[in-house]
């Protein structure tokens, strides 16, 4: 469905005049802000770089700004000086929740200046109660299409990556499942397991970890590849949904206008701190694998993504 150009070339761009030098920055310490609280994926992302990006000089502070599923942090980053030294770090929710929500008060595309693809991960896992009579994919489609809105599926809220999987599934299969909403992934979960709700894509660590308490049970993950945590379970590719390829992924942003010079160095100490083998290790752990997109790729990268799911909303309201 979509290709991921995984470049790694640094942009070079020429220094305007005016603009501040690319010796001169940083000469005072960076927020990084992140749309979410802490302990999540990107809160803990950024926080396993810090550490290898000393080479920029100065302190790395992190500021949560949580609020509205990620809209409050962005929008208030793209609203600050575009002078580098206020970044945004966040996931694929950057272009996911704009088209399902109104008076979203920022473009992902044109608000932003895009420095790299940080990371990305396996896809969502698509999983059922282990009491489900469900055991592949192709039976519990085969059900939905026998049974047109009677079973249902947890979503975490409209646009999250728990949300977008299951509507793609169901436009690709043309079936009717119908969607229950949640305040957070942890209520969706209890009530998976209690069997109050049919099936619920989640995050692959989690699934993982419920399935080997017998909890759950997985049926097949959203990416492209299978991931060595889960080596039994396959893709949605090969349950039969051909280029079906949705993964969550994490981002690093700057406001709108940023001099390249400055989003150049950004992302050179990106790439170093990628590079590093504790952080690959760390990353590796958590079912993460490391990018370093070059910025002219990153953007349209965003770009593709925000038009892919813009389609995928129209296509959602008009059932």
């Not at 929008?75 to 000086?81: D, G, L, M, N, R």
């Not at 109050?196 to 049970?217: E, H, M, P, Y």
Request: glycine share 8%.
């Amino acid at each position: 469905m979509r290709v991921l150009l995984l470049a790694c070339s640094v942009l070079v761009a020429s220094q305007a005049s005016g603009q501040p030098s690319l010796s001169a920055f940083p000469t005072k310490p960076i927020r990084v802000v992140v749309p979410s609280p802490p302990g999540g994926p990107p809160d803990l992302i950024i926080r396993m770089l810090i550490p290898k990006m000393a080479g920029l000089g100065q302190p790395l502070v992190v500021e949560n700004r949580a609020g509205a599923g990620g809209i409050v942090g962005t929008a208030y980053v793209a609203k600050t000086p575009p002078d580098g030294y206020t970044w945004l770090v966040t996931t694929a929710s950057h272009v996911n929740t704009p088209p399902f929500n109104t008076n979203v008060p920022f473009d992902p595309v044109k608000d932003f200046t895009h420095v790299t693809l940080i990371a990305q991960n396996f896809g969502q896992a698509l999983t059922v109660p282990a009491s489900s009579s469900f055991k592949s994919v192709q039976e519990l489609i085969a059900a939905a299409k026998s049974k047109p809105g009677k079973l249902n599926y947890g979503s975490a809220g409209i646009g999250t990556a728990s949300h977008i999987p299951a509507e793609v599934m169901k436009s690709m299969s043309n079936t009717d499942i119908v969607a229950v909403q949640y305040k957070g992934v942890a209520e969706v979960m209890t009530d998976l397991i209690a069997g109050r709700i049919d099936l619920f894509f989640v995050g692959t660590q989690i699934a993982a970890s419920q399935a080997q308490a017998g909890k759950v049970r997985v049926l097949a993950l959203t990416g492209a590849k299978r991931w060595k945590g889960l080596p039994d379970v396959p893709t949605m590719q090969e349950a039969g949904f051909k280029d079906y390829n949705l993964i969550n992924w994490f981002g690093l942003w700057l406001p709108a206008g940023a001099p390249p010079e400055i989003v150049s160095r950004i992302h050179a100490e990106t790439l170093k701190a990628l590079a590093d083998p504790e952080v690959r290790q760390q990353f590796d752990a958590q079912g993460l694998e490391g990018v370093g997109m070059a910025p002219a790729d990153f953007a349209k990268f965003v770009a593709k993504e925000s038009d892919f799911m813009t389609d995928l909303a129209r296509r959602v309201e008009k059932k």
